[in-house]
């Protein structure tokens, strides 16, 4: 928390690391990309730097985000995709201009159109987000079990059991939530 902004959650699955860029969205939510510049941040640790970030294009990347989130929270509960997150998540991907390319090293990287990066940048997550939500992926969409929390995330957990969608934060709260549930209910053996 060097810049004094909230820190970003980064996983490994593209779509869920930018969901997550808005955090306990059931209790006191946390916004991670408060203004233009920490989106420019987030998506430098993405691998989708841009050289600048408008207002109107961090508007348009929520918009993009709180759409992902409510078609894969209807995905993993099998619930019907809301037609105007669909709407959005198709915008961004048609919109996007960004290019795959192959390093040297034999890794993808993506090439951004210079001049609209962060819509370029968009498309590409909107993709990702596509991907999942229409299952072609190996993994499951899941919502974290944290009620103040519900986010949804891609578990790729080979049993396909995981709980949290981070078990850093969410997880290990529930763990230290249930301990001292159990400690007041069993005080005779908290020593
Ligand atoms: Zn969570």
């Not at 510049?37 to 918009?63: K, M, P």
């Not at 998540?89 to 890794?107: D, F, W, Y």
């Not at 229409?134 to 969409?141: C, V």
Request: aromatic share 4%; hydrophobic share 40%; charged share 25%.
């Amino acid at each position: 928390m060097a810049s004094g902004y909230p820190d970003f959650r980064l996983g490994n699955v593209l779509a869920t690391s930018f969901t997550a860029t808005l955090t306990e969205r059931r209790g006191d939510r946390v916004e991670r990309i408060p203004t233009p510049d920490r989106l420019v941040d987030w998506l430098a640790a993405s691998g989708l730097a841009v050289d600048s970030c408008t207002a109107a294009e961090l508007e348009l990347a929520r918009e993009l985000r709180e759409s992902i989130h409510t078609a894969a929270t209807a995905a993993a509960g099998t619930s019907p995709l809301p037609a105007s997150a669909v709407r959005v998540i198709n915008n961004s991907s048609a919109r996007g201009r960004a290019v795959a390319v192959l390093t040297p090293e034999g890794e993808r990287r993506w090439q951004l159109s210079s001049a609209s990066g962060v819509e370029d940048a968009l498309g590409v997550i909107a993709a990702d987000a596509i991907s999942i939500i229409a299952g072609e992926r190996d993994g499951r969409l899941a919502l974290c079990a944290s009620p103040t929390c519900r986010a949804a995330f891609f578990d790729t957990s080979r049993s396909r059991s995981r709980r949290w969608c981070d078990m850093n934060t969410c997880g290990n709260r529930q763990k230290k939530a249930r301990f001292l549930a159990n400690r007041s209910a069993n005080p005779a053996t908290s020593g």
